[in-house]
């Protein structure tokens, strides 16, 4: 997602810098010398220009304007040390990365965690935006139609950063409801794996003469995503409409269209339990959702325990978390769905 | 659809009778004969029992509980012509059939429309609920998983159909929304058109070497709509929780994995116009999403125009009918959207 980026930053006429980390070497060794990103399956435009992990502080140099953070959660950390390495001004970091992070009786946002960081080690202030809503990279690689919201709790910062990215096919929108966006960021990968379930779940089914598929239930399952992630982004102080927009029901619905966290959940509905999946046909694969749940799960069962959250509300999270966390087949609760108060 | 709610309430231990129009007797010689449903493929429960329309008398006697009414939309009035001529008492009326009725400033329900026209003609009040929420006729009918809101102005009517109708694997939960709830199950079909519109227009953008699909187009269409859903049904004083809930969100995304109004946008999106497609590939088909549309236009342009509706809320919907009243090409306006207040 990270390179994918660099489309409308380049179209807007940015010279782009486009750092690997450590794992990606082959990749910008492929950039360096084609301009081409193997993984996505594209070429660059002649304005991004690779650089190799080793050369951040040439990357990042006096002239840069923007820092685009598109590690993998696991890589947060790591980046944030390299950046206070090279880092010797307030630039804005726009994180691209997803998550949440656990607090004794909450959850935070990465953006916040990431700015709090950075300016305890540099000693400045570094403005920080995210990006939410429905965007699967490959398709914003090559310059489809893209909507995403950008969100910082400074208004003008996430006006501004959308005011320098859009473009005919990037059209993002601006929002403050930080809390509210990364919640469902987070959370559209975890509830996407109930609903790639249902489309699981059918291969188990008796076959029907008219070939029905099981698209009721899979819309049940989308619904009570939407309900859940309503309750959760609510608890934490977000606002509704990050949840019935882009952020929420839009990118849930991309996600639910292919990806890891649906293929995890059409294994789940097949009847393999989550370690079944991780030594077998996902062996190889991160699946964003599922680290996502187990990661926040003591933090959300302190949070019922201390009546912040109510537990009857979050059916289905609770059902595939101890789906996740005890490796037991997972059953949609269908009965106390839809009864959140 | 009102054959696939046979299953649930002859599940639920019901007698049901199962009456068509005129249009249906080859359908109905079929049950009788067969158990067997042509158009749903499906094989019937022994408790179900066919009548012809020139039965009705017979089928609608005074051990009617209740009546579930699953006309196609053009079909209501003929519908309550027949009804008045056999019911005797208040018998609940369930509403399966979906639309909006266009006012000269507004916008009715058709279960508020057949409840009047019922008591007008008969003299008594009809208890009148109706349906809304995912559910694919052809996957009920087979007992797969399926979610809904039963909705009426009664909450106790509504909780009681609800009670009357779950079975395992149908789940109705009550509301008393009717206008939302009403709103979404009318305007989703329309919607599902613009959803449909990405999907075709992959079709005529380049070829690209990652074969990136069109999803991140279809996601901000399918969010513009809700948006607009919930414009469209907090003007007309529904609530929000419909429009993110199963009514809107939950069946506009089971709408958009299949069936004919999806079907028009595929081809809209291909660069037909909406008259190309009728007499060309959908000849045959009733797109309901188009006609719901063109039904309530002159409804919705004096909404704007009185102030009670704002045109710049409704880019998607303006754009959309516009290309439906005037066959012409349907672009939708991106830098229009998600902009409303």
């Known amino acids: 997602m990270g390179t994918a980026m660099c489309l409308p930053l380049s179209d807007r006429g940015y010279a782009v810098r486009l ?9 910008i060794e492929n950039v360096k010398t084609k301009q081409f990103h193997p993984r996505l399956n594209v070429t660059l435009p002649a304005s991004v220009v690779g650089f190799q992990h080793t050369q951040l502080a040439e990357a990042v140099d006096d002239s840069v304007e923007l820092i685009v953070l598109g590690v993998a959660s696991a890589g947060v950390n790591w980046a944030i040390e390299q950046l206070v390495s090279v880092l010797k001004k307030p630039v804005p970091v726009l994180m691209v990365t997803k998550g949440m992070v656990p607090e004794e009786n909450s959850l935070s946002s990465f953006v916040d965690k990431v700015a709090q960081a950075l300016e305890k080690a540099l000693g400045f202030k570094v403005p920080a935006a995210a990006i939410g809503g429905p965007c699967i990279a490959g398709e914003l690689a090559v310059r489809r139609t893209t909507g995403t919201v950008i969100v910082a709790h400074d208004l003008a910062l996430a006006m501004q950063l959308c ?40 291969d188990k089914l008796p076959s029907v003469e008219n070939k029905a598929l099981n698209n009721n239930a899979a819309a049940i399952l989308f619904d009570q995503a939407i309900r859940e992630m309503m309750v959760l982004a609510q608890s934490l102080g977000g606002s509704a409409e990050s949840v019935w927009g882009m952020p929420g029901a839009g990118d849930l ?9 649906s293929r995890l959940g059409q294994h ?18 991160t699946v964003e959702g599922a680290e996502l749940g187990l990661s926040v799960a003591s933090a959300l069962h302190a949070m019922i325990r201390s009546g912040r959250l109510r537990g009857e509300n979050l059916p289905l999270t609770l059902a595939l978390l101890n789906a996740l966390q005890h490796n037991t087949s997972f059953n949609p609760p269908w009965g106390d769905f839809h009864r959140s108060s």
């Not at 750092?19 to 990749?27: E, H, K, R, Y």
């Not at 619905?253 to 966290?261: E, I, K, L, P």
């Not at 393999?272 to 694969?285: A, F, H, I, N, R």
Request: overall charge negative; glycine content about 10%.
């Open 253 to 261: 619905y991309v996600t639910c269209q292919a990806g890891r966290n």
């Open 163 to 202: 005011e320098n990215l859009q473009t005919h096919y990037y059209q993002p929108r601006p929002s403050i409801d930080v809390i509210g966006v990364e919640t469902c960021a987070a959370f559209k990968n975890f509830f996407a794996i109930s609903v790639g379930w249902a489309h699981g779940a059918l």
């Open 19 to 27: 750092v690997g980390t450590f794992l990606d070497v082959a990749i």
């Open 268 to 285: 789940l509905g097949r009847g393999l339990t989550y370690s079944e999946v991780k030594q077998g046909p996902m062996k190889d694969d």
